[in-house]
């Protein structure tokens, strides 16, 4: 069972939480989902959080934004408690969200789609920074947003939360259904965000490309988090992270 | 002078401009109800009821206050638009998730309580409202003889579908009707306040109305089931067009408008019914509207 300390970073960075999460419950409907979620993320950190299917990693970021209809808990970001706010009240607080079907919307471009979400702080990537990172999408600004290949509405979809100001990046499984060059490129892009000082929280249902990239890994399962493993530790881990995941 | 088909111009262009004329409330109403569609997913019955308390707030301000028509233009928009909003924020709100025929039943209450008030009020034999001084006389073509009031309506309804259709697509704050037409809980989860827009939505829908009603008081008389009477074809324009499309909307009615015309020229007859038909038409080859999109 996941204790207090494990659920810390433990890393150099183990300064107060940018974000911290107690005993997450969350409902689809009459379907109780998640079962007390516990966990923190420190500043400039990417975590991941794995497990299988249905397992309640895409509900747990659904629940930090605050899309999910009913949940109780606490979830405070930069200390300041958001269970109760509205998801446009917590967006504003500094976190950018990539949904797992990645939200381009059909009736905007790609510049419109881009240039979409308003900024919620200073500090966020400016067009041509965005572009350095993501060069397809410069070439197709006035093209449909879902006329993008795969990769590039994922491009899309991260580069649109990068021009906020968010500082905390949820991204839903960011490398589902792309070709292993384009998850090439994502892995180089949140590699640069967490070198620049983004905090992400990815959820990944690969996690070798988590390995990749994460510091720490969180294991959900059954709405709960059972552990916590450092990236540095994956290798020692890898048979109790094949049983956990089914692999 | 020439003939089409047996038909002197001046009784042609007669009807092409009466078309136009219905045509350019047409586009104006079912434009209103597109957008409040688009965004609500409410199917607002209330809307005609909305058009004519534009054309009563313009006749209000003539008769009790003495604000001339130009100021009624923009005021009855504003006044009736506030109304919708709080409509919209004390009724409509609370039916936000339950299936599009509540709405249209509340909307449908709403209409016949607003006709049944102003019914009790002015009676509904029509009240006369003048066209305003500048725009009477009319020019003539040669051709036909324009009245100059029926050009504005065509030319005020042009300009004002144009610019809405430019807000809508062109627009930043259109970017965001749009998305939160598409996908409201994920452009909420953006930061961008929904509830808001679909408020504002339902008061810019329901201020369009209002405008048709003041454009249309010189013209019609201005009675409580001037809507009513209306209403029923602008739905048949909004189906034809694609509900929630914007552009569709508005090339839907004046087109209509203008083939409702020119059937009273060809075949008078069939006019009362021609939109029904092409409804009927359009909804077997295409159900989702010839600009509306397939989901």
Known sequence: MLTETTMKPTSATAAAPLLSVRGLEAWYGESHVLHGIDFDVAPGEVVTLL???????TTTLKSIIGIMGKRKG?????????????SRAIARLGIGFVPEERGIYASLNVEENLMLPPQVKPGGLSLEQIFELFPNLKERLKSQGTKLSGGEQQMLAIGRILRTGANLLLLDEPTEGLAPVIIEQIGRTISKLKREGFTIILVEQNFRFAATVAD?????????VIDMIPNQELDQNIDKLHSYLGV | MFELLGIPPQALFGQVLLGLINGSFYAILSLGLAVIFGLLNIINFAHGAQYMMGAFVAWMCLNYFGINYW??????PLIVGVFGVIIERVLIARLANLDHLYGLLLTFGLALIIQGLFRNQYGSSGLPY????????GQNLGFMFLPNYRAWVIAASLVVCLATW???????????????????????????NVPLLVTLTYGFGVALAAFAGVLAAPIYSVNPNMGADLIIVVFAVVVIGGMGSILGAIITGFGLGLIEGLTKVFYPEAAATVIFIIMVLVLLVKPAGLFGRTT
């Open chain 1, 51 to 57: 497990g299988r299917n249905g397992a309640g990693k």
């Open chain 1, 74 to 86: 606490s979830i405070k970001l930069e200390g300041k408690e958001t269970i109760a706010l509205p």
């Open chain 1, 216 to 224: 720490r890994h969180y294991v959900v399962e059954q709405g709960k």
């Open chain 2, 71 to 76: 100021a009624a233009l923009l005021l009855a």
């Open chain 2, 130 to 137: 003048q066209i305003p001084p500048q725009l009477t006389g």
């Open chain 2, 166 to 192: 430019f807000l809508i697509e062109k627009t930043r704050l259109g970017a965001y009707l749009r998305a939160a037409t598409e996908n409201p809980t994920l452009t909420q989860a953006f930061g961008i």
